[in-house]
């Protein structure tokens, strides 16, 4: 049976990220149907909203008779409503939710292109030197200043530290730090002394030993590295740590970087 594809446009005045987030979460919720996305993002002048809508119109005319799903984010109404013309399925987030709240909060929403992505300048220096920090202690590389750390990540190898770290600097300014638990390490079944003062600050990732080998694998195929009985091994030992020194841990085997920061910022209230 050949799968159905489905024609999907993002559209916005600013980046698009919005829109394809939203957008995206509705998407995963039908199964069989493979979609074609494309984003149009700084959509922010009659011009550029005609050239959205020819292009959507071109694909609709190359796809009869299915339409495209069109989401949108765009907050000028004068856009909107040219965007609206289009030949597809518009779905408008911004008139979805705006108008529901000026009408509880009985007033006129500005309709101000930017608001949402406006720059607050100290936030955003702040995450550059968080992303800086991660970076200069990603993978143990350095210790030296673990005391400025809001969070250590600590687990075997390829089971998440990195991503999850980046991201946490990135989007929420926190500085985190990650050190791998090497063979050695979890031979000696302790922590090793760097990281013996910041207790509260460790958090353990774990995931399944056969997902791991297959990650490990991409890496360095048919190693003892990637073996399911050294990844095994390792996780073993690794919560076997985590549950003698108290330190919370989280397996990471389906879930997303999204998702595993998520819990480990409401896991730890008020220390990040």
């Not at 930017?114 to 607050?120: K, T, V």
């Not at 968080?130 to 970076?135: E, H, P, Q, R, S």
């Not at 030296?144 to 089971?159: G, M, T």
């Not at 600097?169 to 302790?190: C, R, S, V, Y």
Request: with cysteine.
């Amino acid at each position: 049976m050949t799968q159905q594809t489905h024609g999907v446009f993002f559209l916005s005045d600013r980046t698009g990220i919005t829109a394809e987030t939203l957008g995206n979460m509705l998407l995963t919720q039908f199964q069989g149907v493979r979609f074609e996305r494309f984003t149009l993002p700084f959509i922010n002048s009659r011009e550029r909203a005609g050239e959205a809508v020819a292009r959507i119109n071109a694909y609709a005319r190359a796809h009869r008779p299915a339409k495209p799903l069109v989401f949108s984010t765009a907050v000028d109404d004068e856009v909107r409503v040219l965007l609206q013309a289009a030949d597809g399925v518009f779905i408008d987030f911004f008139e979805s939710f705006i108008s529901r709240m000026e009408d509880a909060l009985g007033m006129r929403a500005s309709h101000s292109i930017g608001l949402a992505h406006g720059i607050d300048t100290a936030r955003y220096f702040h995450r550059i030197e968080a992303v800086n920090f991660t970076l200069a202690h990603d993978d143990g590389a350095s210790t030296r200043h673990y005391d400025q750390a809001d969070l250590i990540l600590i687990a075997p190898s390829r089971c998440g530290k990195t991503p999850t770290c980046l991201y946490l600097a990135l989007q929420h300014g926190i500085f985190a730090a990650n050190m791998p638990l090497t063979e050695e390490i979890l031979a000696t079944g302790d922590l090793p002394s760097a990281l013996t003062a910041y207790h509260d600050k460790l958090y353990g990732l774990s995931i399944d030993p056969s997902r791991l080998s297959e990650i490990r694998g991409e890496r360095l195929a048919k190693s003892r590295y990637a073996s399911l009985e050294q990844c095994r091994w390792e996780l073993i030992r690794a919560e076997r740590l985590y549950r003698r020194l108290g330190i919370p841990f989280l397996n990471t085997t389906r879930m997303s970087v999204e998702e595993i920061a998520s819990v480990i910022r409401h896991a730890r209230p008020g220390r990040i």
